[in-house]
């Protein structure tokens, strides 16, 4: 056979040898290779010293011809440090986009929980025989064995190994997504535990970065997917992966770790999906284990909020010492405190609150504490004023508020439809139970309980249905109605919050339409008449950096990022994140 010398790839020099056993990079040779000794593959040619830099010297799985990836641990030249190569082996179009996301990620994530790659160490190898081209990452080898092989040799954890690893994953977690990463493939074979005990998650090629366009593709349930059976959750399967899918695969490795079994061979109870795995991990407490049970939550949004949100629970030794059952926030109720606080009088937040017709003593000191932030008095004193008044909707409707604030959404739902058994027109009710639908994520409902409230004669009632269905129809990436609904919301509201959210909504689906002028106007209209409200800036940062128009734009990321926005939406934690990495700031 021929032996073309490759002008990418430099022969190694004369200082070096090659000791014990070298690959062949080839994937079409490696059947027949198992070298001694050489610079150059006896079968086809091919340097053994790869990028002039790299020996392989150990598959690190079984060869697989089906696989799109090989990996080896290398041996690097002349340092003759120990490394991993990941090589891509497919041209297919989707499986480079995965090779190269994670390279990216790698490349970008700076943590002793990832390993560290390089610079210059993503690149390519030609195959001198046949002309391929190999796309090659090399990265940190981490020393120690991954969690499958771990459990398997060491049996299941106890409760202190697993609060010590979950807090460690939860960090990782942490800044994988707050890098705008998602890992979307967390499972007990893609952690690796170093000697020291601190764990490393590998395995990147299935990461997504969360953008708009991701956002706006979830919507259209366009994102294609990785599948770990057992692992993966239900809304990953449909193409809508987001950060909290990677709570539900943590969940659910945890159910290894502490069992020993395999969730996919663990039975669920058919009506709700719930994995019975509780009983067969004895050794640890219930609070832990209901936190486990949460992070695997069927609906993203009964998943905890953020994986720092877990930490400071754990932190804060509850699992260790109580068996308190584990609170997480929603998004929605970790704000409604400091909306209540921030806004005042005849906005949002106070308007759902203080009916102003409300007559009865009771109803009133129920509204003093719940204002207050005294809950439980309050319910009480609406329970009062309810038996006083069985019929009185409004009291109903804040019953629903307080259940809220209690993040008993259960509650909340019951009391918004006795609400409306009792008056089925009561727009207050439907526009706050669309609200609360809205929150967990079911857009649907949300949106019948928003079509009914914009009948109302309640200017601001059918102002806000509005503005929140322009919000919906934006994230299903239907602008002009979105543009349309709020025009329309514009016209009947009366109050400037009102208004600077309606201006805020179709200024950015006017942005998504790329007419840039118009949504200019919007969002400055937006923030003069709400400064404090994060939102507005993000999006006109974002409209200036389309136009390539460089001035202000630090100024408004700095604004998006102090500003708080009162429903923590998820494209506001996009955008946020862009600010950070817009502004290089690392949090
Ligand atoms: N950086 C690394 N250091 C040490 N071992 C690794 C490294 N990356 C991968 N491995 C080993 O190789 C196995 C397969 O790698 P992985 O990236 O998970 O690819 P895949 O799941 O596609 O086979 C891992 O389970 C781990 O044992
Ligand atoms: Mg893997």
Redesign the pocket.
């Known amino acids: 056979m021929d032996m073309p010398t490759s002008s990418r790839l430099p022969l190694p020099g004369p200082e070096y040898r090659v000791d014990g056993v070298s690959y062949c990079i080839n994937p079409n040779c490696r059947q027949t290779q198992a070298l001694t000794e050489g610079e150059i593959c006896q079968h086809c040619g091919t340097p053994l010293l790869v990028n002039g830099k790299y020996r392989l010297v150990r598959s690190?799985?079984a060869m697989n011809p089906l696989?799109?990836?090989d990996?080896f641990?290398v041996e690097s030249w002349p340092d003759r440090l120990p490394?991993?190569i990941?090589i891509l082996r497919d041209s297919d179009p989707q499986a480079i986009e995965h090779f190269e996301r994670?390279a990216l990620a790698l490349q970008w994530l700076d943590h002793p929980g990832v390993?560290k790659v390089e610079l210059g160490d993503e690149f390519t190898v030609e195959i001198p025989a046949t002309g391929q081209c190999l796309r090659c990452l090399v990265?940190?080898?981490?020393?120690?064995?991954?969690l499958?092989?771990w459990v398997s040799q060491h049996g299941p954890i106890d409760q202190k190994t697993a609060i010590g690893w979950l807090k460690q994953l939860l960090e990782i977690l942490e800044i994988i997504h707050d890098n705008q990463f998602f890992h979307r493939?967390i499972k007990p074979?893609?952690i690796?535990r170093r000697p020291n005990g601190q764990l490393?998650l590998?395995?990147?090629?299935s990461v997504r970065t969360m953008t708009n366009t991701y956002v706006a593709s979830v919507h259209a349930r366009e994102v294609t997917t990785s599948l770990s059976v057992g692992y993966t959750p239900q809304e990953q399967l449909d193409g809508q992966a987001v950060p909290q899918s990677d709570f539900f695969a943590l969940g659910r490795t945890f159910v290894y770790l502490l069992t020993g079994i395999h969730p996919g061979e663990i039975p669920y109870q058919t009506a709700n999906a719930r994995l019975l795995w509780r009983d067969k991990a004895p050794q640890v407490s219930t609070a832990l284990k209901d936190l486990i049970d949460e992070l695997m939550a069927l609906k993203p949004s009964e998943r905890p909020a953020s994986a720092a949100e877990v930490y400071r629970h754990l932190s804060a030794n509850q699992l260790r010492l109580t068996d308190a059952r584990l609170i997480v926030n929603s998004r929605k109720f970790k704000f409604a405190a400091t909306l209540l606080l921030a806004l005042g009088l005849g906005t949002l937040g106070v308007y759902r609150v203080a009916s102003p017709l409300m007559s009865e003593r009771y109803a009133r000191s129920g509204t003093e504490a719940l204002m207050a932030g005294e809950l439980d008095e309050a319910y009480q004193l609406y329970q009062k004023a309810q038996r006083h008044n069985p019929n009185d909707v409004r009291i109903y409707n804040n019953l629903a508020l307080v259940c809220q604030e209690k993040q008993d959404r259960i509650c909340a739902e019951a009391m918004y439809m006795k609400a409306l058994e009792l008056n089925p027109d009561n727009a207050t009710a439907r526009y706050n139970l669309g609200e609360l639908y809205e929150d967990i994520g079911d857009l649907e409902r949300a949106e019948t309980q928003y079509r009914l409230a914009m009948l109302s004669d309640e200017r601001s009632i059918a102002a806000l249905a509005r503005n929140n269905l322009a919000g919906i129809n934006i994230l299903n990436g239907h602008f002009v109605s979105a543009v349309s609904l709020a025009s329309e919301g514009l016209a009947l509201a009366e109050l400037d919050q009102h208004k600077a959210t309606l201006y805020k909504n179709r200024g950015w689906a006017y942005y998504l339409q790329n007419n840039y002028e118009q949504a200019i106007a919007d969002l400055e209209a937006s923030i003069q008449l709400l400064p404090q409200q994060a939102d507005a800036y993000c999006l006109l940062a974002q409209v200036w950096e389309a136009k390539e128009m460089e001035t202000n734009v630090s100024d408004l990321w700095h604004k998006c990022l102090e500003n708080q926005s009162p429903r923590e939406n998820l494209e506001v934690k996009v955008w946020q994140n862009q600010a950070r990495k817009s502004l290089n700031i690392q949090e």
Not at 139 to 146: A, L, P, R, S, T
Not at 202 to 205: P, R, S, T, V, Y
Request: aromatic fraction near 4%; proline fraction near 3%; glycine fraction near 6%.
């Open positions: 690190l799985r696989a799109t990836t990996i641990e490394k991993v990941k994670e390993p990265m940190e080898k981490i020393d120690g064995e991954n499958e092989t493939d074979s893609n690796m490393v590998i395995d990147f090629g």
